[in-house]
Nanobody
Framework: QVQLVESGGGLVLPGGSLRLSCTAS????????MAWYRQAPGKQRELVAT???????NYTDSVKGRFAISRDNAKKTVYLQMNSLKPEDTAVYYC??????????????WGQGTLVTVSS
């Protein structure tokens, strides 16, 4: 069984910063692409950022220049550094990973989510 556990969410003032973490556990052989998604109240879940096993990254336009995704393969952890936060960044942030385990490949493993609230 593979689990993803996020941490680092919270309440932050507009213009502030937060760093989210997501750690994978279980009988993992390797982790391919990892990603962060978010879902704001009343809206569909959207892709925020992705990072490949070789650390190539992509971002949705609304966070380019403000957010940075990174990973530590030894720790099986992906990070999302969020700077210059805006109220419209308020959402539940979910970690996603494409994982190879002893029982096969699981291309869509999800974490439980962590709430980020940007408000004054």
């Amino acid at each position: 069984q593979v689990q993803l556990v996020e941490s680092g969410g919270g309440l932050v003032l507009p213009g502030g910063s937060l760093r989210l973490s997501c750690t994978a556990s279980g009988s993992i052989y390797s982790i391919n692409a990892m990603a962060w998604y978010r879902q704001a109240p009343g809206k569909q879940r959207e892709l925020v950022a992705t990072i490949t096993s070789g650390s190539s990254t992509n971002y949705t336009d609304s966070v380019k220049g403000r957010f940075a995704i990174s990973r530590d393969n030894a720790k099986k952890t992906v990070y999302l550094q969020m700077n210059s936060l805006k109220p419209e960044d308020t959402a539940v942030y979910y970690c996603n990973a494409d994982v190879l385990t002893a029982w096969g490949r699981y291309p869509q493993v999800w974490g439980q989510g962590t709430l980020v609230t940007v408000s004054s």
